[in-house]
């Protein structure tokens, strides 16, 4: 088995603020991904990476950067926090970059700003 | 509009019951559908993938699909507390994984 560490799990920011969050897994799964969640509602995706320094769009890519500097971390950016924007962030991996292999969540970053 | 729709939005079920949760891709273009479930403050699990036609049974849950309608469905018999949670269909396209807003299932005592 394996695991996905998220930090932090709570952040808070101000508006225009850089911010960035952190995974780290040790499956030594190939591709990680990024996902945003709404108030409990489905998931968007935001970047993905398919091995170490490669990043791939999503259909939420803009107002964020990605980073993944090595197979077992991958970081994500908010450009510049929006007032009151309150999402989920699930960071997750999965063997290869085969969308029929099953993705493993992290427990979540969960972002206020206020 | 969205790519993958789920109906209903919420669904109640006494214990015991039967819930059938619906799944539908818009686009043609998709090799696989998956159901994950998402209790209250957890990440989402993978619960069950299908990828070709006609049915899968895992325990109380059952999955079908139709390819040619792009329609996935899943079935929980014998529900119970503990299955109450949000149930995210998702379906692989070229550019990736894309999920729909979910069905929020709750199971009453």
């Known amino acids: 088995g394996g695991i996905i560490t998220q930090t932090p799990k709570f952040l808070i920011g101000q508006e225009g603020q850089k911010l960035t969050l952190k995974c780290q897994q040790n499956?030594?799964?190939?591709?990680m991904y990024w996902y945003r969640q709404d108030s409990g509602k489905g998931l968007r995706l935001i970047y993905y990476?398919?091995?170490?320094?490669?990043?791939q769009k999503g259909d939420l890519s803009e107002g964020y950067d990605a980073s993944r500097e090595k197979k077992s971390s991958f970081s994500l950016t908010v450009t510049s926090a929006q007032k009151n924007e309150m999402a989920v962030f699930l960071c997750?991996?999965?063997?290869?970059?085969?969308?029929?292999?099953?993705?493993?969540f992290g427990p979540g970053t969960r972002l206020t700003v206020l | 509009q969205q790519k993958v729709q789920q109906s209903p939005e919420s669904l109640i079920v006494p214990e015991g019951g039967m819930a059938s949760l619906n799944c539908t891709s818009s686009?043609?273009?998709?090799?696989y559908f998956w159901w994950y479930r998402q209790h209250s403050g957890k990440s989402p699990k993978m619960l069950m993938?299908?990828?070709?036609?006609g049915e899968k049974e895992e325990g109380r849950f059952t999955v079908h699909l139709n390819k040619a309608s792009l329609h996935t469905s899943l079935h929980i018999r014998d529900s119970q507390p503990s299955d109450s949670a949000l149930y995210l269909c998702?379906?692989?396209?070229?550019?990736?994984?894309?999920f729909g807003l979910g069905t929020r299932v709750s199971v009453f005592p």
């Open positions: 499956f030594n799964h190939d591709t």
């Open positions: 990476s398919i091995t170490e320094n490669d990043l």
């Open positions: 998702a379906a692989n396209y070229a550019q990736g994984l894309t």
């Open positions: 997750a991996s999965s063997i290869e970059g085969d969308w029929g292999d099953e993705q493993y």
């Open positions: 993938s299908i990828f070709s036609n």
């Open positions: 686009d043609r273009n998709v090799d």
